[in-house]
Each structure stands twice: as structure tokens, then as C-alpha cells.
């Protein structure tokens, strides 16, 4: 689908970027994820081929093994595994999520052990926020973190981790002081190796098939203080930090999968015959298709901009959630009208539009649900 208002925050050398992205993309992960959708994860070689071709190391600055973009490099990589119908890896959770977490509130040390193996692929990271009896609301977790001479005792669980099976480091969310509500929460960076450590079954979702999802429960698990990260306490203020850029790249790659939706739509109904025409000839059609490509072209540029803020000066928390909830109701609008214009066939896998479907649905719930963006908006109103 071609733009009426051309995109401007990339250059040249964006662009050559993207085409290895993509070409990565067809050559080293297409060919296998249908395996990999049916195995429930991805493979540790994968990881390690997309951090040898830079994927994995977009923001990451030179000192600590990575190439020293910003978020434009980020958001092609995004991009280009929406536009491909690419759940997994969760490249996304562990470079654009976590690294810039590490590389804002590490120590330099600290950056100097942890960021050069996330950028090779030789360490996959997962994050713990949520657990099973109270979501994800920080002052309500209950995994605990006891000080004990020069370590912390941590116990507890955590539910719907992305990469919880394959994972060899969690940035994990616990409370140190629990009479500070959200305010008494640390976060550590936390190897997944240590005695105590187990890991439940691989969550069985309707989407993402190939990204696993577990669960990990924690049993007198010690870990030294030195794995704090950004400080005792100080938990909530990190991320604050790390959801506005959470939150658009959700958003980054919901308008992308909403084109993607568009352009393989009117490809099968140029294609499809029904009462002797295609079914792109009957005008209800016609009018859907137009309807889809005009709110995709006119939200375009909203996220563009917050895509060039953010890597310039930093998205606030309100902007991005603007951003989240708008990308990502479009898409469920646009990937449902989609998938019935391809009839029943759009309901079979092997077609992308069916799994695009499946897959993005969850974007309404990832990094806060939309009915939390709703409410973190109309806050600032």
C-alpha cells in the first residue's frame, strides 16, 4: 500500500538497514517458524545469528558491545517483524524493552558485564512484573526480596513471562519494603540458573505460538546486591521509565501489522472469485478497504512523530499511552474486517492474515491494558 504522505524521520542509511532486517528475516527465520510455532519456542541459534548481524544491539551504546543508534534503528527492526507476521523471538522484549532499561540505570560495571552478551544473543533476557493472583499492579505484587547480609532472599512467582523457558536472566520485580506500597518495590537482575529457580509449563496461548510464555516461582533464591538494578526501592521509578517505550513499540508494531492486514487483504480479494466477479469488485469491498487505508494513513504520521520524539528527547508516559491505545484498536478493527473479507479461508493458519489475528490480539493487553492507557490519559486531562 502506498502512502499519500511520504514517511520522512528515516535516511539512507535507515533504509539500507531495514533491507537487512527484512532480508534476515526471509532467509534465517521464515523457513523455520512453522516449527518453531509447533515446538513453542525458538531456538538459542536464532538469537545468536540475529546478534551477529547487529538486531539485537540497536541502541545499545559501542562501549558495551552495540552499535549506538537510537530508537529509529529499534523501530525498523520492529517494524519489519510486524510486517512479516514475525511473533518470535521476542527480540523485542529483550532489545528494545529491557537493554535501554539496563543502559539508563545500570552501574557502569554492571553495563559492562550484562549489555555485551544481550547484544551477541548470547544471554536472552525475560521480564517479571506479573503474577498470578494480582496482575501486574506493583503494589500488590507479593514476591518478596529479605536482605540478608551482603544478598537478598527472593520467593515468590510470576506468571505470562515471555522467553520464561529460555531466558537465562530476568529483570525480576519484588518488594524489599512492603509497607511502601509501589514505592517498596526493587528490581534485580537475576540470573535464572540459581538454586530455588523452577519453571512451569510453557503457557498454552491462543497466539504468539512460537514466543514461549511460562511461569517461574522462586524458593529462597539468593541473590548478591550487586544485581540490584537503579537502586534499592527504586523499582517503580525504572519503570515508569521503561513503558513509555514499551508502549510504543506495541504501538509501532500494531500500525504496522494493520498495513501488512491491508495489503494482503486486497491482494486475496483481487485474486478470489465469488458470483462470478472477485471479491474486490463488489463495492462493500471496496468501501471497507478504502475505510481501513484512510485511518491507517491518517494515524501514520502521529506515530511516526512519536517514534522522532522519543528518539530525540524521550516519549511521556501520557503521549504513549495516547499512542498504544490508538495503534492498537486500530489494528483489531482493521485485522477483524481483514480476515472476514478473506471468508473462511481467513480462519485457516497457514493464510498470515489468521495469524496475524491471533498474535495481535494480546497487544490490547500487553504493557498495561488499554482500559489503563484510557485511565492514564484521561488523568492528564
Request: charge should be negative; glycine fraction near 8%; include cysteine.
Amino acid at each position: 500500500m502506498e502512502f499519500g504522505i511520504p514517511r520522512t524521520l528515516y535516511a539512507e542509511e535507515h533504509e539500507i538497514f531495514r533491507e537487512t532486517v527484512a532480508q534476515f528475516l526471509v532467509h534465517e527465520v521464515l523457513p523455520e517458524y512453522d516449527k518453531w510455532e509447533q515446538e513453542g519456542r525458538t531456538p538459542r541459534d536464532i538469537w545468536l545469528r540475529a546478534g551477529n548481524v547487529g538486531l539485537l544491539s540497536t541502541s545499545i551504546a559501542e562501549t558495551y558491545g552495540g552499535s549506538g543508534g537510537n530508537f529509529l534503528y529499534d523501530a525498523i527492526v520492529i517494524e519489519e517483524l510486524g510486517r512479516y507476521g514475525v511473533a518470535a523471538p521476542a527480540w523485542d522484549m529483550h532489545a528494545y524493552i529491557i537493554a535501554p532499561i539496563l543502559s539508563a540505570f545500570c552501574s557502569d560495571k554492571q553495563k559492562k558485564e550484562w549489555l555485551p552478551k544481550m547484544a551477541a544473543g548470547e544471554v536472552i533476557a525475560a521480564i517479571g512484573l506479573t503474577e498470578p493472583g494480582g496482575g501486574s499492579d506493583l503494589k500488590e505484587i507479593s514476591t518478596s526480596a529479605k536482605p540478608d547480609s551482603d544478598s537478598f532472599i527472593i520467593n515468590g512467582a510470576k506468571t505470562f513471562i515471555t522467553n520464561g523457558h529460555i531466558a537465562d536472566y530476568i529483570l525480576l520485580a519484588a518488594k524489599t519494603e512492603p509497607e511502601l506500597g509501589a514505592k517498596g518495590v526493587t528490581l534485580f537482575w537475576l540470573d535464572l540458573s540459581l538454586p530455588g529457580v523452577s519453571r512451569g509449563r510453557n503457557l498454552n496461548k491462543i497466539g504468539n505460538k512460537a514466543q514461549d510464555t511460562a511461569e517461574l516461582f522462586f524458593d529462597d533464591v539468593r541473590v548478591p546486591a550487586t544485581s540490584i538494578v537503579g537502586g534499592i526501592n527504586n523499582g517503580w521509578k525504572v519503570l515508569i521509565h521503561g513503558l513509555a517505550q514499551e508502549r510504543l513499540v506495541v504501538a509501532v508494531r500494531s500500525i504496522v501489522i494493520a498495513e501488512a492486514a491491508v495489503d494482503q487483504t486486497i491482494a486475496y480479494t483481487k485474486g478470489r472469485k465469488a458470483f462470478s466477479q472477485t471479491v474486490f469488485d463488489f463495492q462493500n469491498t471496496q468501501f471497507k478497504l478504502a475505510e481501513m487505508t484512510a485511518k491507517i494513513e491518517a494515524g501514520r504520521p502521529f506515530i511516526d512523530r512519536c517514534i522522532e520524539h522519543h528518539a530525540q528527547s524521550g516519549l511521556s508516559p501520557v503521549l504513549a499511552a495516547k499512542a498504544k491505545l490508538w495503534a492498537t484498536e486500530l489494528a483489531d478493527r482493521v485485522l477483524d474486517e481483514c480476515l472476514q473479507l478473506h471468508g473462511g479461508y481467513g480462519y485457516m493458519w497457514e493464510f498470515p492474515i489468521a495469524r496475524a489475528w491471533a498474535d495481535a490480539r494480546v497487544h490490547r493487553i500487553y504493557a498495561g491494558t488499554n482500559e489503563v492507557m484510557k485511565y492514564i490519559i484521561a488523568r492528564d486531562l
